[in-house]
């Protein structure tokens, strides 16, 4: 039997980040994961972090969004300062390109939106791309460009994240499977788990997929809707790309890492397809020709996480004291962000950042909003 | 081949996808076209590789060379041929992606000049280019002979052949050698050869280290304990210029463990196997799997397993009765499991043993495509990582070209020692596609007009 | 016994050899034959660096030479990572020795 301040489920971004964070303010932390670190959705993330790129068909990116993007990027920032590898932060800036008149005319629009939220980036012609980014094609006759935009390794991230606050007092321990919330009343007051019980006066559930299931044990529904994500890397290459563009990174060793598919409804999320590689691999090649004769070297599937709006759900269920959630999309960019909201909501009751549109109650109300919709899942 | 030939004269169409440009794999290896050679310079195995190779003639069989079949998803393979991915569809499907030397790491082992026992021996005997002009031999197991042979016939001089077993550690086995009276006269005869150029042979030593700055120049032996342990103060130099290894092999398991097909691990060989049954039958209903993936038996019990699988792929596509699928199996299962005890007896005797692997610390280059040393390897299990996988994530070992053939089974040992486990109880990392690397344009350049055939 | 240090070609005498194909091995006009790989050509001269890897600039040759290692890593006609063991011989190929791409990025 173990006690803390903090329990949390999950060795992912989310759950690393909140250890790291929640260690740094004081708290007891006592974090548990039923395989390895980043063995679920972290392992298998792109790594954007970004402030620029969502969907093609997104024109307007909500500034409530837009300030906890910004957030953490600036967190991350500090992190890498602080704990250095292997957070490994990179900020080349992105380009996020159009391939038609519609969809730039939405792009130009959003990145109005964004500039006016103080994100620094331009829209730029096929030109101006070139001189950025001189391996993209011409099919992109548009594209956001924005300077400060980063990318990581998301294992290398969850690993310092658990690093550090493992130096700072916190429990990190794996393969232990947390089975289910143990409650008293109202109250959720610790975590049995496949190694005994765990009791904490603040329970975080960080395990992606495993979040709906452990929060209906205590009555809470959590919608999310889980698709297959594909991606892939080639062999090291010479220098070809010094920005990412849109999914598409060279790595420090050189590789070129692209994805991502989704693809709601598929059974098995660990394996790759045919389809899923020919469409990402055709994608790739023509924003950058250069691909054609790259040899591809590995491909990975794995889940993704849709909250049915796209916003993250994150903070206090009503009904339930104890008890926090944070399951989202685009984990990768707002996990530190996410890390410091929940401790904040642990020691000061509140948070500086305004929280509300990702309270879990949002979907009892009105139907999903088309416009969330577009801006993270497009088309 | 031996499944391929088996499978259509049952009345399957069969179509053949081998990764190189002729058939016949490491065992019946041959020389490229446009080679004359005398006829007293081909070996015997040659005349039993011309022979399948006559048979896979037959109408029923399709044959693609240079095809690289690059992963199975559900219904078919994928094939890289000729520039583009061809989709294959089957009702069966035999999987005998055969083997490789096994990799040892010691120091020195990535000059220019130091090769596997297989590797020299290829280019020897189907290239007629000498790896070195003064070679050194060393490993462990009968495969040494054949390979000297082929270097010898190339005009290579061979300094020495080094043993690590000691012919006293035979002698308890010889009950299970029974009955092999053509390995023996074989074996005889490779080691007459030896003698006749005037090659030392060496038992109970190993390489140590090889030397040289920017190649191979010469190359340091020791004796060695029961363990294959180098004795400090035995080391000897000779000078040579090139060094083959050779300690056993490891299978080519990646094409059926992508495909789901339960894996075995064997205690004696030290490495993974594909499981089957007597009928060559893997878990997954359809795939059948014959030669050294199944286990390390030599090239007469890959014949049998070859025919077993292909008498039982064509049973399974419906072109022979179960009846006639049994009748015509007994003979090679029973040769099997004959052949089976004689290759079971030599994985115990030649098998790895520990001081093997004595060589794996600090600088030691374990991952030789990422560069990633011993010393990274034992601090990422010193913070936590238990499998190779998260070693791979961590170091980039495993992540190179070779897609971690080369260092996966040193990574394997390494974290067995570390974390003081059992070999086999550290999983067969997942393979994903592509089972090796093809270029963006072969997998683009997708030929719609797929190949149905029965097996 | 010292191994002969003269230089001269690894191919073995008395073996009868396809039809000449010549190739180019870094920018140098080389005699193959037909039927031959890359490696066999390269190897056959003498020098038997094929390529510098990526960290440190180690030397390789060839270590499995039946395509599984990936070691024997040269760049032909342009493109880079291929394996001379398996690779046969054309009229006119530029072969090149290759320093290993990776590990250097272009910020």
Known sequence: MRTADICIIGGGLLGTATAYYAAKAGLKVVLVEERELASGTSGVAFGGVSLAIYSYASARVPKTYVELSKASLSLYQRAQQEIGPPLDLDAPGSIDPFYNEEDSARGLERCRGLQACGVPCEFIDYKQIKEIEPAVAPIAINAIYCPVDAHVTPMGVVWAFAKAARQMGAEILTNIRATSLISRGQRVVGVATSAGEIFASNVVCASGSGVPALAAGVGIQVPLDLARGQMFVTERIPPLLRTYVHNIKQTPSGTIVFGTTREPGVKDTTVTSVEGTHKMLKWASELIPALANVKLLRSWAGLRLLPPDGYPIIGRPEGVDGLLLAVMHRGVTLAPAVGGILTDLITDGKTALDISPYRLERFASSAVGAEAQETFYGT | ?455 | MAPERTSGDLRTAGIGRGLPVPVYVDGKEVQAFEGETVLAVLWASGDHTLHTTARTREPRGFFCGIGVCFDCLVTIDGIVNLRACLEPVRVGMKIKRQQDPGYTHAR
Not at chain 2, 102 to 116: E, S
Not at chain 2, 212 to 230: F, L, M, P, Q, S
Request: with cysteine; net charge neutral.
């Open chain 2, 1 to 455: 081949m031996s499944a391929a030939v088996a499978a259509a004269e049952s009345g399957a169409r069969v179509i053949v996808l081998d990764e190189y440009a002729k058939p016949g794999g490491q065992f019946f290896k041959r020389t490229g076209d446009g080679f004359s050679v005398a006829p007293e310079s081909l070996t015997r195995e040659h005349a039993r590789g011309e022979e399948l190779r006559g048979k896979l003639n037959h109408p029923n069989i399709t044959m693609l060379t240079r095809a690289l079949v690059w992963g199975r998803f559900d219904d078919r393979v994928m094939v890289a041929h000729e520039g583009c991915s061809k989709s294959v569809y089957g009702k069966a499907l035999v999987i005998a992606t055969g083997a490789y030397d096994r990799p040892v790491a010691f120091p020195g082992w990535t000059l220019p000049g130091v090769l596997t026992a297989g590797g020299a021996q290829t280019l020897a005997k189907s290239q007629w280019v000498k790896p070195g002009r003064r070679m050194l031999l060393a490993g462990a197991g009968p495969f040494l002979l054949p390979v000297a042979l082929s270097l010898l016939r190339a005009d290579v001089s061979i300094a020495a052949l080094v043993e690590a077993t000691r012919p006293n550690e035979w002698l308890p086995h010889l009950g299970s050698l029974w009955g092999q009276w053509p390995r023996f006269s074989e074996a005889w005869e490779y080691k007459a050869n030896l003698r006749r150029a005037g090659v030392p042979t060496l038992y109970g030593h190993k390489i140590v280290r090889a030397l040289g700055e920017e190649k191979v120049e010469g190359a340091v032996i020791a004796k060695v304990d029961n363990e294959w342990r180098a004795i400090p103060g035995s080391e000897r130099t000779i000078e040579v210029d090139a060094i083959a290894m050779g300690y056993g092999f490891l299978a080519n398991i990646e094409l059926a463990a992508s495909s789901g097909c339960e894996l075995r691990f064997d205690e004696r060989a030290r490495t993974w196997f594909v499981m089957c049954t007597p009928t060559m039958a893997t878990n997954k209903p359809g795939i059948f799997v014959a030669g050294e993936i199944t286990g390390i038996g030599g090239s007469a019990l890959a014949l049998e397993e070859g025919r077993i699988a292909g008498l039982s792929a064509a049973e399974f596509a419906g072109m022979l009765t179960a009846r006639a699928a049994d009748e015509q199996r007994g003979q090679p299962i029973w040769q099997r499991a004959h052949l089976d005890r004689f290759a079971s007896a030599l994985n115990v005797l030649f098998g790895p043993r520990p001081g093997l692997w004595e060589f794996l610390t600090d600088d030691m280059t374990v991952c030789r495509c990422e560069e990633v040393k011993a010393k990274e390897i034992a601090a990422c299990i010193a913070n936590g990582a238990t499998t190779t996988k998260s070693i791979k994530d961590w170091t980039r070992a495993g992540m190179g070209l070779c897609e971690g053939r080369i260092c996966r089974g040193m990574v394997g040992e390494i974290l067995a020692r570390d974390r003081d486990v059992a070999l086999g109880s550290i999983p067969f990392p997942s393979v994903r596609p592509p089972i090796k690397p093809v270029p963006f344009s072969t997998l683009l350049q997708d030929d719609s007009q797929s190949e149905s055939i029965a097996s």
